[in-house]
């Protein structure tokens, strides 16, 4: 059990999670904090001489980044579903479905173009081949019975 709260370095997960968090915030800060300076920028260079409309301070622009992500962008979490055919998420579902400390996971993570080859070759005739015993309502089951 002690490895769950200690890397492998022994230092604590636990104060690298909050690293992380406050670093990422602090990122996110300096990113939000650059595009709105850009849009200011581009905001008091192009529309108060095109459209006679009013300079912005850095709030004002901040806020229309706020504003055009919620009208435009949502507030989803910016994952992008690959399709299951993907090489990624076959890689991702053997090396999720064991656990890191079986030899199964290091075969996989060593030999992965092997393993990717033989799924393609012989896994989806494998997989079919379960599903026809499966199938209860399979003529050859039936058959088989019989």
């Not at 850009?38 to 529309?47: E, F, K, R, T």
């Not at 001489?49 to 009208?71: C, N, P, T």
Request: aromatic letters at 16%.
């Amino acid at each position: 059990m002690n490895h769950f709260w200690k890397t492998k370095d022994g230092k604590p997960k636990v104060l690298h999670i909050i690293a992380g968090v406050f670093g990422g915030i602090f990122v996110a800060c300096i990113f939000a904090f650059v595009f709105s300076f850009a849009v200011q920028y581009l905001w008091n260079w192009l529309l108060t001489d095109l459209f006679g409309l009013s300079r912005i301070d850095l709030y004002q622009s901040f806020g229309l980044v706020i504003l055009a992500k919620i009208l435009f962008g949502g507030f989803g979490h910016g994952h992008h579903h690959k399709p299951y055919g993907d090489q990624d998420s076959q890689q991702t579902v053997a090396v999720t479905n064991c656990c890191g400390e079986c030899s199964c996971y290091d075969d996989v993570k060593d030999n992965w173009v092997s393993y990717s080859d033989f799924w393609q070759e012989e896994g989806r005739v494998a997989w079919e081949n379960f599903k026809r015993k499966k199938d209860p309502g399979n003529k050859q089951n039936k058959e088989a019975e019989s």
